[in-house]
């Protein structure tokens, strides 16, 4: 009697939360688009973010290609505008605003972050709330929102999408604004002051990955010893050195098949060196 009690029970739950699924698809299929929810779903938000990115779209689509063509030309403190007015639109609706209330100083904090300051820096302008501003608001939630709209733009055909290339969730999402330091970061180099000080100590300007290559097998790298970079290491980069020969110079391979031989031995074919985007 209990067991069919509870059936009864749960099979009117499952009534109810199909209705309520079906009720709220019938919303977002009456008030958006097909484009839109293209945008939506591609950029991994909900209908109340997705309206609200929708509503201020060339707006923040023209404070990122602001962003992006700073960033581009080395100009750090437009790019630190700009990206400051995104966030201060973005932080304002979830899911990109962060889950505590954003410490008195966090647009500091996002500006030397850009700029590349020292993470203990950074989190002195914010006290105790740096930890989780830096992990939540500027690695994570800013990135996404600005991945949001770059997507939902496609999604929607938006005019100006063109001028958008990813460039500046790359620069937040490393912390910071030169091209030189993302690649790098971008490229595996799990810390940021570490990628910063080898591009200030040998002066590096590549931009992108063949740069880098380029610049790993020049003489600045090539033959580090003891002193400063540039045929000269000091301790604090030996490891940055080594970490960037083994990891980064080495050709990587995919496994393309595998398949178990006789007598239970694992054939692996590999396809390499794969090339670096």
């Not at 109810?16 to 779903?41: C, D, M």
């Not at 180099?189 to 931009?207: G, I, K, N, Y």
Request: hydrophobic share 50%; with cysteine.
């Amino acid at each position: 009697m209990r067991l069919a009690e509870l059936a009864k029970e749960q099979e009117k739950v499952q009534e109810l939360v199909r209705a309520f699924v079906a009720a709220r698809a019938q919303r977002i299929w009456l008030e958006t688009t097909s484009a839109q929810r293209k945008g939506f779903h591609a950029a991994g938000i909900g209908l109340s973010a997705g309206r609200f990115i929708d509503t201020i779209l060339h707006v923040l689509i023209t404070l990122l290609a602001q962003a992006e063509a700073a960033i581009a030309i080395g100009d750090e403190a437009d790019a630190g505008k700009a990206v400051v007015a995104f966030a201060e639109l973005v932080f304002q609706t979830a899911p990109f605003q962060a889950p505590k209330p954003l410490p008195a100083r966090w647009r500091d904090a996002l500006l030397a972050w850009l700029a590349g300051k020292p993470s203990a820096d950074v989190l002195a302008l914010c006290d105790d709330d740096g930890v989780d501003l830096i992990q939540e608001a500027l690695a994570y939630r800013l990135p996404w929102a600005m991945e949001a709209v770059r997507v939902h733009a496609q999604a929607v055909e938006h005019e100006a999408v063109d001028t958008l290339t990813g460039l500046a969730a790359l620069a937040v999402e490393a912390g910071s604004s030169k091209l030189s330091v993302i690649t790098l970061v971008r490229a595996g180099l799990s810390s940021r002051e570490a990628a910063a000080a080898a591009v200030q100590d040998t002066a590096a300007t590549f931009t992108d990955s063949d740069g880098m290559r380029e610049w790993l097998n020049s003489e600045l790298v090539e033959e580090p010893t003891v002193g400063t970079y540039g045929g000269v290491m000091t301790p604090d980069l030996q490891p940055l050195g080594l970490m960037l020969r083994g990891n980064l110079r080495q050709p990587r391979k995919s496994i393309v098949s595998a398949q178990v031989a006789a007598g239970g031995a694992v054939e692996i074919e590999f396809f390499g060196p794969r090339g670096m985007r």
